[in-house]
Nanobody, 123 residues
Framework: QVQLVESGGGSVQAGGSLRLSCAAS????????MGWFRRAPGKEREAVAS????????YYADSVKGRFTISQDNAENAVSLQMNSLKPEDTAMYYC????????????????WGQGTQVTVSS
């Protein structure tokens, strides 16, 4: 059974940094991509960043470009999201995601989700 375990959420003041990590387990075959989504109160779940197997393809939402960096550890089936210059509008539940056959930029492409980790940015 595929499992995604997230860590690293928390509370920070605007301008601060947080690093989210996600470790995937429970499978022995290759995956297409891993990434992070977020859902703010009253809003739809949106893709934040994703990375293809091998790290060759990355995606960032326009709202986080230049501030967030996604990285991958293929040997460990893990992905991290370094979040700098955080803004109050980054406040959301962040979900790790993996896709074995689809894409990681829309929820419909995701095979499995993590439980989520809360990020709260105060002004």
């Amino acid at each position: 059974q595929v499992q995604l375990v997230e860590s690293g959420g928390g509370s920070v003041q605007a301008g601060g940094s947080l690093r989210l990590s996600c470790a995937a387990s429970g499978f022995s075959y290759s995956y297409n991509c891993m990434g992070w989504f977020r859902r703010a109160p009253g809003k739809e779940r949106e893709a934040v960043a994703s990375i293809g197997t091998g790290g060759g393809r990355t995606y960032y939402a326009d709202s986080v470009k230049g501030r967030f960096t996604i990285s991958q550890d293929n040997a460990e089936n893990a992905v991290s999201l370094q979040m700098n210059s955080l803004k109050p509008e980054d406040t959301a539940m962040y979900y790790c995601a993996i896709s074995f056959f689809g894409i990681c930029t829309v929820p419909a492409g995701i095979s499995n989700w993590g439980q989520g980790t809360q990020v709260t940015v105060s002004s």
